[in-house]
T-cell receptor, first 113, second 112 residues
Framework: QQQVKQSPQSLIVQKGGISIINCAYE??????FPWYQQFPGKGPALLIA?????SEKKEGRFTISFNKSAKQFSLHIMDSQPGDSATYFC????????????FGSGTKLNVKP | DVKVTQSSRYLVKRTGEKVFLECVQD?????MFWYRQDPGLGLRLIYF???????EKGDIPEGYSVSREKKERFSLILESASTNQTSMYLC???????????FGEGSRLTVL
């Protein structure tokens, strides 16, 4: 059973547009929700993260929106650029094991010039 | 700069062979992890270690074992490789209980 569900699987956005990736979770004990960005041939790297006591976090063009009651969180990429083309993973940590991260299935983003 | 190094980027092995995947981190992190990445399945945790000689099973440990003899090195072992272990393997490390995960660049294993 997947602990974190991510959608869509793939996304095509025009340059300058907004990219939105959604994730949902079930375990209310999760206490940390990061997003990772992975370029081809590279390992994932932390992009931005949020804790459940905050509803939104913004870093540059990247924003996480967090809805605790709905158990959902999303990544918004404003003014999407071709250099943002990558695979994005949401994740959640916590619960019965503070060391375990549960990852979503990934979204492959393609930003067209 | 933080560095997690996976020594083998691409490996091709035959069914039944013993496979070693090595990972070294230079950040003095206590925690190290092995994940498997497959399309549509995201990253799944195989094993992790929170200290030298300590290990815990992740979500998909079957067919794998690990070794951590030194703090900086965490090895993933496939005792008898099978074709369904063809995958991308990612090593990661993390400081304490609140730090972020730092990933290596991955080892792509093909088992024929």
């Amino acid at each position: 059973q997947q602990q974190v569900k991510q959608s869509p699987q793939s996304l095509i956005v025009q340059k300058g547009g907004i990219s939105i990736i959604n994730c949902a979770y079930e375990n209310t004990a999760f206490d940390y929700f990061p997003w990772y960005q992975q370029f081809p041939g590279k390992g994932p790297a932390l992009l931005i993260a949020i804790r459940p006591d905050v509803s939104e976090k913004k870093e540059g063009r990247f924003t996480i929106s967090f809805n605790k009651s709905a158990k959902q969180f999303s990544l918004h990429i404003m003014d999407s650029q071709p250099g943002d083309s990558a695979t994005y993973f949401c994740a959640a940590k916590g619960g019965d094991n503070f060391n375990k991260f549960y990852f979503g299935s990934g979204t492959k983003l393609n930003v067209k010039p | 700069d933080v560095k997690v190094t996976q020594s083998s980027r691409y490996l091709v092995k035959r069914t039944g062979e013993k496979v070693f995947l090595e990972c070294v981190q230079d950040m003095d992190h206590e925690n190290m992890f092995w994940y498997r990445q497959d399309p549509g399945l995201g990253l799944r945790l195989i094993y992790f270690s929170y200290d030298v000689k300590m290990k815990e099973k992740g979500d998909i440990p079957e067919g794998y074992s690990v070794s951590r003899e030194k703090k900086e090195r965490f090895s993933l072992i496939l005792e008898s490789a099978s074709t369904n272990q063809t995958s991308m393997y990612l090593c990661a490390s993390r400081v304490g209980t609140t730090g972020e995960l730092f990933f290596g660049e991955g080892s792509r294993l093909t088992v024929l």
